[in-house]
């Protein structure tokens, strides 16, 4: 499955968050060292960000492995945010390829990034599609189960909920339709929201910052695994983890 991460705190390279850490996102794409399913993340990759002072963050999407993208070297070099959302992406079975179904997704003030893979897409996910209103459905960002997570979830965002309340909601009405492998993250530049459900996910905090990432990208102490089936809300200040189920 693909690698992602997201990072509130004091502005930083994107090249600090990314490639320097020597097990890091950007070595991930070929060589995860945690990664269960599929090998490497080769179909492309994301890095979205926020700069100081505008609420809608910048995106840089390539359909392409990220060592093999110059443009992005430069970039990560140069530009420094306190708000990061980047993944790299191993496409699964019958979904799309091309820029445009790499995360991180946006909308607005948001952030959007899936790990995981909805079986019987897309064949017998109409029951779950339904759930969406037909013009939503017309807009999804790209033919592939991920595009689907994440108009279902902007779909609640839109309503009013919370980061954590869109996730959780999205991960229990997919549930219902598909035995799925969902570890999502979603950021509005200033909280995130991540679940744990099928797939691993870590966090660390430092002062001031917090950082939540499929797999620790080095060996210092800090890391903490958060356990299967959990919802994680993170701020600068803090993170909670919660279980969360099919129920509550
Ligand atoms: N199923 C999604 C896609 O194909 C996510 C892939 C993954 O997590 N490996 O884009």
Not at 44 to 60: L, M, S, T
Not at 207 to 228: K, N, Q, T
Request: net charge negative.
């Amino acid at each position: 499955m693909c690698r992602q991460l997201a990072y509130l705190g004091p502005p930083m390279a994107l090249r600090e968050l990314v490639v320097d850490p020597p097990s890091g996102l950007y070595r991930q794409s070929w060589a995860p060292r945690l990664q269960q399913h599929g090998t490497m993340n080769v179909d492309g990759f994301g890095i979205g960000w926020y700069a100081e002072g505008d609420p809608v963050p910048a995106r840089y999407r390539r359909a392409g492995p990220v060592w093999a993208d110059e443009g992005f070297a430069d970039l990560a070099r140069v530009v420094r945010s306190g708000a990061v959302l980047a993944a790299v992406r191993s496409a699964t079975h019958g979904c799309a390829a091309g820029e445009q179904a790499a995360a991180p997704f946006a909308a607005g003030p948001w952030l959007f990034a899936h790990n995981g893979v909805l079986p019987g897409w897309p064949e017998r996910l109409g029951g779950l599609a339904a759930q969406l209103p037909p013009a939503e459905l017309l807009s999804l960002t790209a033919r592939t189960d991920s595009a689907l997570v994440w108009a279902l979830a902007l779909n609640r965002l839109r309503a009013g909920a919370e980061l954590g309340e869109a996730l959780a909601d999205t991960v229990r009405e997919v549930a219902k339709h598909t035995d799925a492998r969902l570890n999502l993250l979603l950021t509005d530049g200033s909280s995130l929201a991540a679940t744990a459900w099928g797939d691993d996910l870590h966090h660390r905090s430092g002062p001031g910052s917090v950082l939540v990432a499929s797999e620790p990208g080095d060996d210092a102490p800090g890391w903490r695994r958060v356990p299967d089936r959990s919802l994680l809300l993170a701020t600068s200040e803090g993170v909670t983890v919660l279980p969360l189920d099919r129920t509550n």
